[in-house]
DNA sequence: CCGCTTTCTTACAACGTTGTAGACCGTTCT
DNA sequence: AGAACGGTCTACAACGTTGTAAGAAAGCGG
């Protein structure tokens, strides 16, 4: 009866309390190792009347395995993000294992230190989505934590990575709107200066759609912003309504992106659909909300979190120099309101 | 020159190439204990050439401090959540801990299981932001692992608050949309069943501006609501909208209810604000993106974490059995286009 | 030059866990 | 009957860190 005041049970008070070795609490704990059964019993209860759980740090120093895995993301608030986070969260927990959200910012300097297993060996292994990744960088990383990319393959960075297919995605999303008879598509994501991977991925999936329907592409329609946010998705959408001759429809590289579109039309006192179709990309979950409600590309989150979870735990108990792997998961386009009507006139 | 393959630098290795003992690399690293000057640059010289990382379960095992803090929102999707979020994590990081988010998905389970520091000892503390917790099951926990409750007070909790003045926040609102000479100011949000303290707080704003104004209150106005979802908001306004006499103003008590007000009244035709007049609650970051943009309450998110976070090391560090506080964070409207114009007619 | 303090450094043990190697038991085979 | 064998269980050491207590070196007054 021993019990030291305030702190939890550990496994040397249920082995004395079920009158067995340590080892032989931890063999019935981990279950690895068989154990007679009414020993078994015996240290079952013990456990549970003393409520015992193991330390997870305890364990770590002796395994190194920490059941700790880092998910890095760019802007937490952004809601993709978000929801990636949320499924990755469920995912992990499917494996028993924790989730520390690190915020980079999209800072390549932050995003470098994720990669490396952030600031302490907590971590077993790290789910990075970058923005802004030098892949030089990384691939020059000495500390060697087990690392999955989550979005598009830029170059031959040394790490596994799990993504939806952007080209065929941006591909079926642009066709959907020339499918409307929309002749007048423009694009909004397009990057010039340092031209993302995901950026170049969804671009070429428009211009194939273009090309697929015969519809010549005119660089007027594709202004080029800065990141995927609202506000930049309103500034490109107010220069297209600039033009001589605006746009009928737009395809937006992120959901974000079209919410600031729908905005700035409604500024400008455009109906949408009717005089502007609109699909983003993502499927957050404000645009079932929209007013209207946006067409857009859905990503099959909890199937990406799914992946990626695996990913990473295959590679922290595998061979740490198998050969890099990519995992696609799948997408559909929901049509929506905002991408409804047929051209008006 | 020994180094192991593949693994992180210990104190040991620091302390055999700067030619010292393990304790004194130990001294140098965590600066408490004085450490001659050479001695110190020898160390830091050291440490720096073989990029030395303390090793936080070691520490965490020795030390019984792990630098973690478990995070336990309802719904991390939800964007006030994820928002509120990455501000922890930004407060958290300016202290140096790290966050472990738990998703409770509102489970009353969940919510307990959190509160009692989750599976394992690996966490320092608990921030938690409650939904459905019975503040019975919490006020019997066992475990006590320092804990701050996010959000409105509950009867008497034991453990630390942090929140913002909702009274008075949905009284500053109410009274808005009234000094807009609106007189049929509905509220959404209003709860049943398990009477939510954050419902009621808001509840209370709610009857006292009207009492202010001399506004007779309406029950028609208030329909209950089961969640503060975008699509519960939805419903209630269509319910309002069937009343013979409809609301010229809402006031809702989340702006994803605000959100879905704006689609209903959308959908019914209405004009936002010239028919109806809305007013949310949270400052997310999209209700500057709605259509209209959407007038709110803004808590100041970032104090909000900052002080739950230092609530929440401050209980670690000192006498787990000192009195409970209860700390404000500030709020303020935001006025934005869904509540610009004056009554109509 | 001695003894004393002061300043700096070190050896050791412990935190809770698990892998290794071996001890002990009853059973089966020769 | 003795040897060999599974099946269970246990003692011990180690993971990387820090608190304790004690050791060594240097400075000082007498």
Redesign the pocket.
Known sequence: MAQ?PS?????????ARA????????????G?????????QRVLRAIDELD?????????????RSGVIALAVPELVQPYFAELAAAVIAAAAESGVSVLIEDTGGDPAAELSAACGLSD?LIDGVLLSPQHLDQNALARRERRVPLVLLGERDYEVPADHVLVDSVAAAREATAHLLALGRRRVAAIGFQNNPPHATSQQRARGYHEALHAAAVPYDPELTPPVGDFSRTEGAAAMRALLALPEPPDAVFCFSDLLASGVLRAAYDHGLRVPQDLAVVGFDDIEETRFCVPSLSTVAPDKPQLARLAVQALLGRIAGDPDAPHTTRHATHRLVRRESSTLPTAG
């Open positions: 030291r702190k939890g049970a550990r496994l040397k008070d249920v082995a009158d067995v070795s340590i080892k032989t609490v931890s063999n019935v704990v981990r690895q190792v068989r154990v007679a059964e009414p020993t078994r015992y759980r193991p330390h997870a740090s305890a364990r770590h120093l002796r395994t190194g060996p």
